[in-house]
């Protein structure tokens, strides 16, 4: 068994494909227009061949619900592993993204919560 694909909802795919992209530094996949919304994923630029990350909208008005909760509840939805979390943060800084969690050693791992602007709290992670 694999992990081939998972989502991540999305207010807004467009900005979300352009966050992803420009600031994250993930590359397009896929996109297939699906009448008022698409099939949009990102892979890592690392491994292109990789588990894809759909960037799925919320038509869905229990997604939309869902996803409030955990933002509101500063929960992060996923997270992504990071090589260095410091150099990352003040790379990610610099080109203005929210962070609501500085780096922060917790255990074996260094951690960062940023804001997708999409609707999310996005952990970064690196392992020690």
């Not at 227009?33 to 491994?47: D, F, N, Q």
């Not at 509101?72 to 260095?84: E, K, Q, S, V």
Request: one cysteine or more; a negative charge.
């Amino acid at each position: 068994m694999k992990i081939k694909l998972t989502s991540v909802m999305v207010d807004d795919q467009d900005k979300a494909l352009a966050f992803y992209t420009t600031i994250l530094g993930f590359a397009k996949k896929t996109e297939i227009p699906m009448g008022e919304h698409k099939w949009l994923t990102v892979v890592s630029a690392e491994e292109q061949d990789g588990v894809e990350l759909l960037l799925e909208p919320l038509g869905f008005a229990p997604a939309q619900t869902y996803q409030k909760a955990l933002f509101d509840a500063g929960i992060p939805l996923t997270m992504f592993h990071i090589n260095d979390v410091d150099k990352e943060y003040e790379r990610l800084m610099k080109l203005g993204v929210t962070f609501s969690m500085p780096p922060t050693q917790m255990g074996p791992a260094k951690l960062a919560v940023l804001d997708d602007t999409c609707g999310n709290h996005i952990q970064i992670v690196q392992i020690l």
